[in-house]
């Protein structure tokens, strides 16, 4: 469907200008939308094997906290959960990455329990010391997860713009001029005709 205008040259060359840039944009959005693509894949890659580790540990942890939770006995292993109840302060920021806003998750504060060293195993060090490590890779996991869902929106929204200039205003600008130039050359020939009447006349 072509575009409402007047068919002079005037409006002729504008199109005709407005056609260069529409397919300029297309093309730049084109390479933004595959370099977006690799991005996505290479970054899915990188979230896989991070959550496959992270999965591992979390495995590990809990399996030491099993066994920490049977050698300190129940009320034991209660009494050192209640008293060291604390909060572990997260933060978010907004980081740009390929010049797309994320919300990053940081950590500011991790709370370690106090214990006494001389009354419980060395078990819950360890233990401990596998938590500190295991909330560092949970918040890396949630960043990478949050910048995969941001990609896959800047995607969709690209893919979006690539389509309506491919499939909308391109098409519809090309229609647009020739249909101008054909009735500006019908007009020429209108006039040529006319002169040549003038001059037989």
């Known amino acids: 469907m072509p575009l409402k205008v007047n068919p002079n040259r005037m409006e002729l060359l504008r199109l005709r200008k407005r056609l260069i840039i529409a397919r300029r944009g297309h093309k730049l959005l084109q390479d933004k939308l595959e370099g977006l693509i690799q991005k996505f894949m290479e970054e899915a890659q990188n979230y896989k094997a991070l959550r496959e580790l992270t999965e591992k540990k979390f495995l590990e942890f809990l399996s030491l906290g099993g066994i920490a939770y049977i050698r300190l ?48 195993p060395y078990l819950l060090e360890e233990l401990i010391e596998m938590w500190s490590k295991l909330i560092d890779d949970i918040i890396a996991l949630a960043n990478k997860e949050r ?44 006039n040529f005709f006319r002169l040549l009447r003038l001059k037989e006349s």
């Not at 896959?152 to 690539?162: G, L, N, Q």
């Open 73 to 120: 006995s129940g009320p034991i292993w209660e009494s050192l959960v209640y008293i060291n109840e604390g909060k572990t302060t997260l933060y978010q920021k907004i980081e740009k990455k390929m010049n797309i806003p994320i919300k990053e998750l940081s950590l500011a504060r991790l709370h370690i329990p106090s214990y006494s060293y001389l009354e419980t």
């Open 147 to 190: 910048y995969l869902i941001a990609l896959a929106e800047e995607i969709e929204r690209t893919k979006r713009r690539v389509n309506a200039l491919e499939y909308k205003l391109i098409p519809q600008i090309e229609e647009t001029i020739k249909l101008i130039t054909v009735k500006l050359e019908e007009l020429e020939r209108s």
